[in-house]
Each structure stands twice: as structure tokens, then as C-alpha cells.
């Protein structure tokens, strides 16, 4: 009797050990996101902002995304209530900073992306933001347990929560000061 009963105590032993190194694997659901778009000249002086000499704050600025075209003149002013999940707009609005920017999105934090946003500016330049979400599913299904999620501005890394995007403005002396009036 006492082996049967050492036997049992073992085989619950062992039971309540492997229960120990089961598949306990930790998850998460990725925050949905935006991309906020800062445009600057040289000096860095917001061109969104009509206080700045030579802005582009009543130019057209258009954003390609997905062969889906938006422009700056018909993004509305952003609100927690337009920014649905999976619904892609441009928008107009201000930072914590009260800095005006552009921001797109809204992305869903769980979808895989890998897609460009081209944007092409008054003076028919462009730039290219390169944006990235992408991850690993927990057996369970019920999360990721890991996340790649980066932007990049014309192929350099974005290492701040705001792309800044640099231009010259047509008037602007390449240093950043106002070309001399004639």
C-alpha cells in the first residue's frame, strides 16, 4: 500500500510540475496608430502655420496611399470620434504642442502593413513614408507576442513619434533666409 501511495504522490508530483512549463506564453493587442506629418523649412518654422513667411498652409499637399489619393484642402479638423479604426483620411491637426501637422491614418495596431505613403507637396516634390506593422500571433490567437513596427522617411528610420519632412520653400535662400526682395 505504501508504494502505491508514493507512486500516486509522484504522479501528482510530476503532473503538478509539467502543468508548470506549459504553453503559459504571453500576449498583447498593438495600440491602433496614426502617422503625424510635420513640415518645416530650413529655419524650422511650421509651413502649415500662416504666420510663416512663404507657408504652404493654404496649398494643396497631396498624400497617395494604397493608390488612394488625399488632399490637404479636404482633410478635416481631427477628433477622437473621426479617427476609426481601418478608416484611412488625411487630417489637419494640432500636436500637444500646438503645432499644426498633417497626420494620416488611422491604422489598426493588429494588421500586417508594409505599404508607402507618397506625398507630393506644392513645389511637385515628393517624399516617401514607408510604414511597417507587423506581428507574431500567440499560439492562443488571442494577441501578438511580439511586434516590428517602424517608420521610415525616403529610406532613413523615423526615431521620434513625429516624421518631420525638411523643404525649401520657393522664396527661401537655400541657408534657410528669406530670399532678398527685388
Known sequence: MKKILRAL????????????????????????????????NQDE?????????????????????????????????MTTTDMKLGKYDMYNTYSTKTVKVLAFGMFEGIDDIDNDLVLTWPDNSSDIIHVKNKGTWAKSGKGFTSLERWIKLNGEDVLSELVVVTKTVKGEEPDGSAAAEE
Open 45 to 77: 518654422a511650421n509651413l502649415l502655420d500662416t504666420t510663416t513667411v512663404h507657408n504652404w498652409a493654404d496649398s494643396t499637399i497631396i498624400l497617395t496611399y494604397k493608390d488612394k489619393t488625399y488632399k490637404s484642402e479636404d482633410a478635416p479638423e
Open 9 to 40: 504522490a509522484a504522479s501528482i508530483i510530476v503532473l503538478g510540475a509539467s502543468s508548470c512549463f506549459g504553453d503559459n506564453e504571453s500576449y498583447f493587442t498593438p495600440a491602433a496608430f496614426y502617422v503625424p506629418i510635420l513640415i518645416q
